[in-house]
């Protein structure tokens, strides 16, 4: 499989519930991204990671926590959510931004559609 | 970064020449620009990249004037299924937080 995968594409929670969205890029990149994508607004940059490390914050609530275990795998950790948090998660990836000539290029995944009733 | 600025919104019938035009007068010398696509629940897609005068690939051309103050996306001979959003960023390499803006909303009609 190629590309960038996001799993699950759809996901209705409760906000005590506790569930994960799953990153994985086949691409050789170094680089993932977290944004979220609410209905009729921009995409919002919400965690960057390079080479598991995580480089990017972006002022992100605690109740979603983000874990890199190797730079082909992405996760977004969900707990205690509420009803504005319902959007579409979009993960991305890259080359090291500090590598190649020309600005970074990101790959998105599909995206993963979430619900919090 | 430097902020963009496009319009919200276009029309266009299939077949024509439809040129998405972004501003960025705060672009910095190293700054390239980047465009992408995004159709209704998936993510953007990359569709081309420059730094100045013109690119072009087998999607579009992407036209930089000398000042680099704007930019301007040009789809050759759209159809239906163009009908997308698109993305204008620009920024620096080396760079992880792109900006997306609100984009342009393109309608390709029959």
């Known amino acids: 499989e190629t590309g960038v995968t996001q799993t699950p594409r759809h996901l209705v929670m409760g906000m005590t519930n506790k569930k994960s969205l799953k990153c994985e890029q086949h691409l050789g990149h170094n680089a993932m991204y977290w944004y979220k994508q609410s209905a009729k607004k921009p995409l919002e940059l919400m965690f960057v990671?390079?080479?598991?490390?995580?480089?990017e914050n972006n002022s992100v609530p605690s109740r979603f926590s983000p874990e890199c275990p190797n730079s082909s795998h992405l996760f977004l950790h969900l707990h205690t959510l509420q009803p504005e948090d319902s959007a579409l998660y979009l993960c991305a990836s890259s080359q090291d931004p500090a590598l190649g000539s020309g600005a970074n290029v990101l790959t998105f995944g599909a995206g993963s559609r979430l619900t919090v009733l | 970064l430097a902020k963009t600025t496009q319009p919200i919104s276009m029309d266009s019938y299939e077949g024509q020449e439809v040129n998405i035009t972004c501003s960025h007068n705060?672009?910095?010398?190293?700054?390239?620009i980047t465009w992408y696509q995004q159709f209704p629940s998936q993510g953007p897609r990359f569709i081309i990249q420059g730094y100045k005068t013109k690119v072009t690939n087998e999607v579009a051309s992407l036209f930089i004037p000398a000042d680099r103050k704007s930019s301007t996306l040009s789809l050759p001979r759209v159809s239906l299924s163009d009908t997308a959003v698109y993305y204008c960023l620009v920024g620096p390499p080396g760079t992880y937080k792109y900006i997306f803006g609100t984009g342009t909303r393109l309608k390709v009609l029959a």
């Open positions: 990671y390079n080479f598991k490390e995580q480089t």
């Open positions: 705060n672009i910095a010398t190293n700054d390239y």
